[in-house]
T-cell receptor
Framework: AQTVTQSQPEMSVQEAETVTLSCTYDTSESNYYLFWYKQPPSRQMILVIRQEAYKQQNATENRFSVNFQKAAKSFSLKISDSQLGDTAMYFCAFMKYPSRGDKIIFGKGTRLHILP | ETGVTQTPRHLVMGMTNKKSLKCEQHLGHNAMYWYKQSAKKPLELMFVYSLEERVENNSVPSRFSPECPNSSHLFLHLHTLQPEDSALYLC????????????????FGEGSRLTVL
C-alpha cells in the first residue's frame, strides 16, 4: 500500500522569503504521479504542481518548484518569493499510473502561514 | 456557472435525520469523487464514479449512500449519522483520458461542512 507523509504540520515564514515543504512517500510502483495541492482558507483546493515519476527534470510552475528525489522517495515543494496569498493548507499526493479513477493518496497536509 | 459547486455549504443534522449533499460540475468531466476531510487526517476517498461506473471504498459505512444520476451530478445521501461523521465533505471531478486513464488533476468544490449533533 502507498503512503504519503508530511512531517511538518504547520509552518510560518515572512513574506518574500523562500519556504520548502517536505513530503516523503512509500510505494513499490515504478510508474506514478506526485502532486502538490493547495487549499486556501474557505476556498477550493487546487492543483499547484504535478511530477511524473519517469521524468528526471523537476517540475516548475512560476514561483513553485519541486525537488523530486526518486531513490529517496522524497518530493518537496519550494515556494520562492512567498506572498500573502500563498497562505493555505498544502497537501502532497500520490497516484499510480496508469489509473482508472483509482484513489489519489493524500498526506495530512502542512498549514503554511505567510506573515506580512 | 463554471467549476464544481457544492450545496449546502453548511449542514447541521441530528443523528436520526436524513439529508443529502449535492455536487454539480460544469467542466464536462467524466469522473466524480466524494472525499471526507477531517482535522489532522489525510483526505479520505469515499466514493468514485468513473465513466459512470461506481468504484466503492468498502470501508465507508452504509449510512453514506452515493448517487450519480449523470456525469454532471453527484449526491451523497446521509442517514443515521454519528457525531464522528462531522467533517468537511469535498466533491471533486476529473477528466479521464484514453481508456479511462486518470491524469490526477482533480477539480474540487468548496465543500459541505457537516455537523452531526
Amino acid at each position: 500500500a502507498q503512503t504519503v507523509t508530511q512531517s511538518q504540520p504547520e509552518m510560518s515564514v515572512q513574506e518574500a522569503e523562500t519556504v520548502t515543504l517536505s513530503c516523503t512517500y512509500d510505494t513499490s510502483e515504478s510508474n506514478y504521479y506526485l502532486f502538490w495541492y493547495k487549499q486556501p482558507p474557505s476556498r477550493q483546493m487546487i492543483l499547484v504542481i504535478r511530477q511524473e515519476a519517469y521524468k528526471q527534470q523537476n517540475a516548475t510552475e512560476n514561483r513553485f518548484s519541486v525537488n523530486f528525489q526518486k531513490a529517496a522517495k522524497s518530493f518537496s515543494l519550494k515556494i520562492s518569493d512567498s506572498q500573502l496569498g500563498d497562505t493555505a493548507m498544502y497537501f502532497c499526493a500520490f497516484m499510480k499510473y496508469p489509473s482508472r479513477g483509482d484513489k489519489i493518496i493524500f498526506g495530512k497536509g502542512t498549514r503554511l502561514h505567510i506573515l506580512p | 456557472e463554471t467549476g464544481v459547486t457544492q450545496t449546502p455549504r453548511h449542514l447541521v443534522m441530528g443523528m436520526t435525520n436524513k439529508k443529502s449533499l449535492k455536487c454539480e460540475q460544469h467542466l464536462g468531466h467524466n469522473a466524480m469523487y466524494w472525499y471526507k476531510q477531517s482535522a489532522k487526517k489525510p483526505l479520505e476517498l469515499m466514493f468514485v464514479y468513473s465513466l459512470e461506473e461506481r468504484v466503492e471504498n468498502n470501508s465507508v459505512p452504509s449510512r453514506f449512500s452515493p448517487e450519480c444520476p449523470n456525469s454532471s451530478h453527484l449526491f451523497l445521501h446521509l442517514h443515521t449519522l454519528q457525531p464522528e461523521d462531522s467533517a468537511l465533505y469535498l466533491c471533486a471531478s476529473s477528466r479521464l483520458g484514453l481508456a479511462g486513464v486518470n491524469t490526477g488533476e482533480l477539480f474540487f468544490g468548496e465543500g459541505s461542512r457537516l455537523t452531526v449533533l
